[in-house]
Nanobody
């Protein structure tokens, strides 16, 4: 099992930036690590993910604005979010997948508003 703890959310103006962190309780390299988000009244959606082999994929809505990275020494994945828009407002969740195993963090709120 792995425990995930997110941090870095907050309130930011449109056009601003935030960096989310997800610290895992064990090595992240065996998992596909992902960031998901859920806005009020909407389903949870994938934002970005990185496989154990290092391949990344992004939702079309965030391509060119968000960057996912990982630091194995710190067991941490990051989501750098630039050029934020009001529609990016959501609770952001970190996820770890391995075969049929699925772990979630508690979520961190991101609010983009002037």
């Amino acid at each position: 099992q792995v425990q995930l703890v997110e941090s870095g959310g907050g309130l930011v103006q449109p056009g601003g930036s935030l960096r989310l962190s997800c610290e895992a309780s064990r090595s992240i390299f065996i998992y596909t690590m992902g960031w998901y988000r859920q806005a009020p009244g909407k389903q949870r959606e994938l934002v970005a993910a990185i496989t154990s082999g290092g391949r990344t994929n992004y939702a079309d809505s965030v391509k060119g604005r968000f960057t996912l990275s990982r630091d194995g020494a710190k067991n941490t994945v990051y989501l750098q979010m630039n050029s934020l828009k009001p529609e990016d407002t959501a609770v952001y969740y970190c996820n770890a997948k391995l075969d049929g195993y699925n772990a979630w963090g508690q979520g961190t709120q991101v609010t983009v508003s002037s």
